[in-house]
């Protein structure tokens, strides 16, 4: 059997008023472990706290205060995980009134950017629908998601560039309220995001250069056919350089009051014989291309990181049909995944996938 030689785990968990979760703590199985409880009883609470670990934020509500317990005036989580044979102690608290503050092994970041990357996670959840049906800002997010654990400076351009959009904005705004424009304050900015977003351009077309492949044989692996699916990278910049697009559009970006064109407007097409999937791809089709997505992205950032991510399945079982279910099992068991985390209204269920594996596992039953 291949064996993972590089490691990445969760060895315990603890929460404290974060969410319905008052007071829990959990010591994990190093392969696969498994919340089971009715809808409502904070199942979903415990992985988003796993990811709210890695990241600095929630998955399912990224406003940090609202994860703080109805009545109370703070949340705590903390995290023992184990990289490379390295402990890592983890503690993300957040106080109402106060910052939000990670520490990592007792020392609190100056950034929680600086964070992201140290401890790779994928999680595959009902929500992922949000990439075909939602709008562009979605997709974005995922691509930048991806790269951003694997790329500090990739990570650190976007949120400066993300900035200087927002300064950029905000004067277009003061040019309409005070009926005055001044070119030479704009181009200050205009340069800043120019050679930023080229950057973030330059990089996305290489990421999915790397990406796109790694979907489509992910695609074929699930679906057992040779339909034809693509990822069409639709950005402005391809047709033209940005400091043209920029002096072409500022008529536009003045009477909007925002800027038009750039890496924050990008989009991608996601397509089955070359048409839409979200229009033409049957709801079977659909789950097998996100299911595609995040093992494409599990493939990736384990070959970037070193290291296989941890990964959460958010109450899957209950939305994929049963071969697909087995096929995630499969490649569980094939040792191609390190930690797992799954979430299940029904035992029965739960525990006839796990009989699909020789692999190790805890149940946690919540009530």
Do not use: W
């Not at 990811?51 to 934020?57: A, E, I, V």
């Not at 704009?186 to 995001?193: K, P, S, T």
């Amino acid at each position: 059997m291949f064996l993972i030689l590089a490691t990445m785990k969760i060895a315990s968990l603890s929460l404290t008023n974060y969410k319905n979760i008052e007071a829990s703590s959990f010591v994990f199985d190093e392969r696969i472990n498994c919340f089971i409880g009715k809808n409502g009883v904070g199942k979903s609470n415990v992985l988003d706290a796993i990811y709210h670990l890695c990241f600095g934020k929630g998955y399912f509500n990224p406003s940090a205060v609202q994860n703080i317990q109805f009545g109370k005036e703070f949340f705590l989580l903390e995290g023992h995980f184990n990289r490379d044979d390295r402990e890592e102690k983890i503690i993300c608290s957040l106080k109402k009134g106060n910052k939000k503050t990670i520490k990592r092994n007792g020392k609190a970041y100056d950034r929680i950017s600086d964070h992201i990357g140290l401890l790779p996670l994928v999680i595959i959840s009902p929500a992922d629908r949000d990439l075909i049906v939602e709008g562009s800002s979605t997709r974005r997010k995922f691509i930048d998601g991806i790269m951003g654990q694997t790329d500090k400076a990739y990570l650190l351009d976007l949120l400066n560039y993300n900035k200087a959009i927002a300064q950029r904005n905000a004067l277009l705004k003061y040019f309409v309220a005070n009926q005055t424009f001044e070119r030479e304050t704009l181009e200050i900015y205009n340069d800043q995001i120019i050679t930023i977003g080229t950057r973030i351009f330059d990089k996305r077309t290489l990421f999915l250069t790397e990406f796109i492949p790694i979907v489509k044989r992910r695609y074929h692996s699930i679906s057992q056919s040779d339909e034809r699916i693509d990822i069409i990278y639709q950005s402005d910049l391809h047709r033209l350089d940005f400091k043209t697009l920029l002096e072409q559009n500022l008529p536009k970006d003045r009477a909007a009051q925002f800027t038009t064109t750039g890496p924050h407007k990008e989009d991608l097409d996601f397509t089955i014989h070359e048409q839409p999937i979200k229009k033409f791809g049957s709801q079977g089709q659909q789950k097998s291309f996100l299911i595609a997505l995040k093992l494409a992205q599990f493939d990736f950032i384990k070959k970037q990181a070193g290291v296989p991510p941890i990964v959460l399945l958010d109450d899957v079982f209950d939305k994929l049909d049963q071969e697909r279910v087995s096929l995630i099992m499969q490649l569980v068991e094939s040792n191609h995944f390190g930690q797992l985390f799954l979430s299940d209204t029904h035992e029965d269920r739960t525990l006839s996938a796990l009989k699909t594996t020789q692999l190790s596992y805890k149940l946690f039953e919540l009530s």
